[in-house]
């Protein structure tokens, strides 16, 4: 089994998978990795890092996002070819994206409250009790914290407002909302996640929420495009407020 330098203890308090997928990247750059190599298994790594399992399967997580590793059940995970990954995007360069999320979310900001604001006069009764599932597994995954379910929570949270736009009965609407999560999907979503970490969890986030629901199910549609547009603009303005995410 390969044992390379690159297996520092990483100091905290940084953000432990960034720094994690960094390494692993960093070494795959300086062709101490080289494609078809297999990593080391979750409990190696998480030795030769001194860090917990779930903070190795997050990094891993982030480097599947971008191609740079694929899974294989049952075998391992592997680094991948170059002339197969979408990009080649963990790096430092990657937790610059800052000004990007942000304009995205001001963007979202706007399109979103219209797509409610339709939803909360078209939406069926079918539809509504799915958001109502949706925002009951926001809850519960919220309540396992970024490190037990960071993905997952973020993952629910944009089926949720994907639903609530598929509500609208417009497929204008669908399609811009579309094109915002997929430059984040392809582009931003390591960032996304580091983001999501460290300030989209918790009640004050689920009450922003929670008021894009109870809007929709009275069927109030200028307090669905209030409050959608409130829970957007103040997930650009938490961003634009981190220092550490610069």
């Given at each position: ?38 990593l080391?298994?979750?409990?190696v ?29 049952g ?9 197969n990954?979408?990009?080649f ?18 963007l ?18 079918a ?7 949706l ?58 996640l ?11 986030i ?6 894009v629901?109870?809007?929709?199910a009275?069927?109030?549609a200028?307090l ?8 957007f ?13 610069l």
């Amino acid at each position: 089994m390969q044992d390379f330098e690159i297996y520092g203890r990483i100091d905290r308090p940084r953000r432990l998978p960034d720094e994690v997928a960094v390494a692993l990247t960093k070494a795959i750059e300086g062709g101490q990795l080289q494609p078809g190599d297999r990593l080391p298994t979750e409990a190696v790594l998480s030795k030769k890092f001194g860090v917990a399992r779930t903070v190795i399967r997050e990094a891993i997580s982030l480097l599947k996002y971008d191609g740079v590793v694929d899974s294989r059940r049952g075998v391992g995970t592997f680094i991948t070819e170059i002339t197969n990954r979408s990009a080649f995007r963990i790096s430092p360069g990657c937790f610059e994206k800052r000004k990007q999320i942000i304009k995205l979310l001001q963007l979202r900001a706007e399109v979103q409250a219209g797509a409610s604001a339709l939803a909360a006069g078209t939406r069926t009764t079918a539809q509504m009790q799915a958001l109502e599932d949706l925002f009951a597994e926001i809850e519960r995954l919220d309540a396992l914290g970024p490190d037990g379910a960071l993905e997952q929570r973020v993952d629910t949270e944009l089926e949720f407002y994907r639903r609530i736009t598929e509500a609208s009965d417009n497929e204008y609407y669908v399609e811009v909302i579309g094109m915002i999560e997929g430059n984040i999907q392809s582009n931003l979503r390591s960032a996304f996640l580091k983001n999501a970490a460290a300030s989209e969890f918790g009640p004050s986030i689920l009450d922003e929420h929670r008021a894009v629901r109870d809007a929709l199910a009275i069927q109030d549609a200028s307090l669905a495009r209030s409050a959608t547009r409130l829970r957007f603009e103040r997930a650009a303005e938490r961003l634009a407020a981190r220092e550490d995410f610069l």
